[in-house]
Every structure is written in C-alpha cells, then in structure tokens.
C-alpha cells in the first residue's frame, strides 16, 4: 500500500469511528486501538507533510491528545433504580417498605427523572477534586477535567458544607443547545447528532476539553453521599446543595402519600413537556435518610427510591423484513428491519422481536404495520400490529429453522424461550463472540486488543479459541493489516498481563452460558478453584447460594465437554488464574454459613457495606427482613423500635457490631 493510500484509509477509518464514538455512543473499537490508530497517522502525517489535509481527524483534536481516561473505584457505589409504571406498581412498593419500617409515618420527595449522563462529583474543604462516570455503578472513568468546563459545576463552594462529600447528578444538553450545536453541524456539512442525553454523556468522554468546553452541558444535582453529613432528609439534602452552590433543579416536592406522588406524577407528565432538557419519569424517594437507612439496597437498587417511568412514546411504521442475529452463546435473536422512523428524538430502523413466541403471540409479518415503542435506554420494541392494513397477500412468519451464519439447523431445549445454534465451535460468531467476551473489560480486560482485530486474527486462521490468543507471536500478527511495531508489542503485552486477572473475572470471561458477573463471583467463591468446581454435579451446584438449574446445568454441561477441558488446561499452563488469590481466602471463611443476619441501623467501627461484606465473606446470608429464619439481628444506634420489637419476638438474637466482630 502506498503512503498516500494509507494515510487515507486510516482517515477514513478514524472518521468513521469518531462518527460511532462521538455521534452515536456505540464506539465498534477500544478507545486504545483508536488511539494506536490517531497515533499512527499522526506519526505518517508528520514524517509525509506533502499529504497534509486540513480536515484530517489529527487535526481536530488539536495539540494534545488525551490518553484514556483512569478509572476510579467509586467509594459509594452508584446504584440504578427500581421501575413502576402504575399507581398499583407504586402502592405494592408501599406496602414493602412499610413491612420493613413498621408503622412509622413515611413521606416521599418527588423529583423528576433527567435524562442524561450520571456522574458522581468529589469535592474536598469545599473544592472540587474528581468527577468520576457511573461505568458500572463500582467504578467508572475520571472525566475531571471535562466536567470542569461545565459552566454550572461550582470549583469552590460556599455556606457551611462538610469536609468530604461525593455530589450525584446528571448530565444533560438542554434542547436549545443541543438545537445549535446540529445547525451549526448542519452548516458544516456534517451529520446531526442523534439525540441530547447520547450527545452528552459523549461529551463527557471528549479527549479535547476545550471542545466539551464549547458545549452547552447542564450538570443537575440530586444527591449527597458521605459520612457525617449532617443531613435528615432527602428534601433537606437539595435545599442544602443549593445553599452550597449547586445546580439543583427546583421541581422537588415533600409528599405525605402515594395519592400525593401520583398527583406530582400525572402533573408532569404534561408540564415536562415546558422544561428546557429531556426528562423521562419521577423519582420517588423515601424522604428519611433514616428509613432509607434501614431499608437499604437490593443488589442492584436501593430499596428506598423507585422510578416511575413516563409512559413511552410511541409510533407505527412499516416492518420490511425479518432477519436474524446470533450471539455470543449461540442465541438467535430475531430482528424487525422497519422503514426509518423519528420516535422519541432518534431514527429508528431496527427493533428487537426477542424470540419465536413473542412473534407468534403477536402474530408479526412482513409488511405489517408495527406499533413501536421506545422508552429511555431500552432498543426499541414491537409491542403491536395494526391488523387492518395487513397487505392482503401476507404470509404467517416462519421462523427460521436454521443459523443465518452457518446453516446448522436451531435447536430449542424445553422451557427455552430462545433458539439457539448449536453449532458452537464452527459458527464464526459464536467463535468471536466468545473471544471478544474474553477480552472485554469486565472480563480479561486485555489492553491493545478489540473486537476488530480477534475478527481479523480469526479470519487469518491465526486464532480459533480464546486460549489460542497466548500462543500468538509478534511475528504472526505483524504482517496484518495495519498492524505497526509498537500495535503489535501492545497486543502480545496485553495478552500476556492478562494471566494476573483474578479468578472470579476469568469465571465470568470463559463466557459461560447463564454465568454473569454475579454469577461468575459466586461459584468462585463457593468452590475457590477450577478443579473443584469442573467436578461438581448439579444438585451440588444448586445448593449454592442463587444458583440455580439452569445454571447449573449450563455449568455442568461446560466442563464436560472435551473442547472446554482442552482449552482451560491450556490456559492454566500459560499461567492465567484458576483459583481464589491468597488474600481472597484468608479473608473468608465459613464461620456463618448457613445462618442468616440481618443489619439494621447506624454503625460506629465499620460501615453497614462492609457489615455486609464482612457477612458474606464468612460464609453468611445478609437478609433484609426479619422472619424466623434470621439467625441474628446485628443492631447499630438508632435502630427503629419495630424491628426490636419483631426480633423479640421472634426470639431472634440481638447483637451488636462488636459483637458481631468478635465473631468473624
Ligand atoms: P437507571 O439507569 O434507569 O437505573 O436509573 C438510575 C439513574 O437515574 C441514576 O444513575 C441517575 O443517573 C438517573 N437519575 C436521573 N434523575 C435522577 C434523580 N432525580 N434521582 C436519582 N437518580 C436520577
Ligand atoms: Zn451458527
């Protein structure tokens, strides 16, 4: 290839994937192979001015280029919110948290739902310090720098504010900004950004912060997190963040009932429509930061706080075509090709059919008109037809009885809403998929390697499973395309750091079926090496805590397959972790198993996560209710006089937190 040709393939390339990253929020490579890319052609642009070219991508990130962003354990983590979408939904939720809090009297702060990018704010002796994405709610990327820029975030705050504190918010681009911004795009020639709440949360990952600068972001708080912050109540926790400076919206009302939330409820769900920025429901929140204390959190939610969601837009349009995907594990999903759309602010051109039954209980064509509905993150779904305009020559859908990839005929196990292609280690997605699961972030984390270049490596026929990867050389990847020296000696470094990845992110990284991160952490935990989990039976897996048949099964059926074995031995000589680290098993033990304890009220030694932490890791169950299944009621100040009483009743031990220490 020559130098001028490279150098245009690579703009190209860098264009497009700019356009994912920035225009659509779906970046197709990491922000490293990107940058390894940038990197190059500035590197060819510089030593080849004669090809110089003013739009080229190097030149509008300016000078400097930022390295990816570190990422930032969250102290407190950032938890996601529970969804009703019904008075009913609302009432049930009632009803649980007054089982939980006894009779107390509980009322409710209303705030609206904004629709953007949430973000967690440090700040330290009343200066800001970090600002940190929610990633996946444990940690996420430190975007100081950017949010600095952001006209409404105070650097230095005022009035009487606690020493330590971390801020919640949202990001969002008010309409009108987000309005300029597309015309001035428009003016350039270039392509409008699709919608505010991506183009936002894009914004925050902007390597140039002159250029998010430039944008007209909104930072609206909701939220403070810390220790001793000297605050009773959610309503009082936004007054407070006024005083000190920040940007806290002022539609917020103190509610005494439910009846109250759905009037705020149903009020905006029409005055929304006046706000300047997206908003997507109401956020209902129990207004005691000492009931929220005692209510706690699910394991993804707090059980304090819930989402009522705005009912979804909605529009028709015409379905052209179904068509099919499979994934990673050999699931097909089923996808409606539709005549473009505007729904909710974006193009819609494709929406999820999920399985055979959902387009058998629908009865779903080709050439039907389809109600489609959009709400918040989700892809849209088809939720009905307009039977009338059915074309008269229509034809019930079958469903495919074979892979689209490979032509292997499905498969369907009992109880299985979906198909699967059974064909695992001959489907050329399936092989990838697993692959580009292993390497992912939240798995091997395998810097210098993306999703493009395992498809590269696997068409050269240079990797055909992910253990094939420790055996790549520099010598195999270098004649690639594209692939320069130094890409090269990333990807074989990366591979080879990865053997350090703990044990529990490599259960999840063999791509399993059914076996998530969650799950991925439990079986480590329950069996602490490979070899005894290889050789469990189901009905002992089952008997592990959350584990359940199809899981086990699923487990069961991986380890004795032959290939698996192969593959994981391989591994285990190239040194990858396949057992618990020292320190994860000093720290545990089974001095609690099999007793449940519940936590309740505000503790002095240790916080209430790691109380919890502190249960699991030896062995036990933390509860959120007391029955007559709590073994122990570990009892901090300020307990509510309910769930004494209840306990007492029940005859269940109270102890307290040194109590419990003395324990474990
Ligand atoms: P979800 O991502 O749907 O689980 O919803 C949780 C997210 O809602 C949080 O991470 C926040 O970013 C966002 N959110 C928007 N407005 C609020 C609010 N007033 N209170 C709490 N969370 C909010
Ligand atoms: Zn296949």
Redesign the pocket.
Known sequence: MSIENNITTLRDELREHNYNYYVLDNPSISDFEFDMKLKELQALEAQNPEFYDPSSPTIRVGGVVTKSFDTIVHEHR?Y??D?SYSKEDLEDWEKRIQRNLGDAPVSYTC?????GA?ISITYENGKLVRAVT?GDGFQGDAVTTNIKTIKSVPLQLKGDYPAKFDI?G?IVLPFDGFQKMNEERAANGEEPYMNPRNTASGSLKLQDSSAVAQRPLECLL??IVGNNIGIASQYEMLEKAREWGFKVPTVAKLCHSTAAVMEFVEEWDVARHQLPYETDGV?V?VNSLQHQDELGFTAK?PRW?M?YKFKAEQVFTVLNEITYQVGRTGAITPVANLEPVLLAGTTVKRASLHNADQIAKLDIREGDTVFVEKG??IIPKIIGIDDTKRPADSKETKYSTECPECHTPLERAEGDAKHYCPNEYGCPPQITGRIQHFISRKAMDIEGLGGETVELLFKEGLIKDYADLYDLTKAQILPLERMAEKSADNLIKGVGESVAIPFERVMFALGIRFVGETVAKKLAKAYKNINAMAVATKEELVAVDEIGERIAESVVAFFSNEKNQNTIERLKEKGVQFSLSVEKLESQTDILKGKTLVVSGVFELVSRDQLKKLIEDNGGKVGSSISSKTSYLVAGDKMGPSKRTKAENLNVPIITEQEFLGMV
Request: aromatic content about 10%; charged content about 35%.
């Open positions: 950032m996601s919110l969804n705030e609206l739902k904004y629709d949430s929610r919640r949202e909701y939220s956020v929140k939610a706080a989402a918040g993150e």
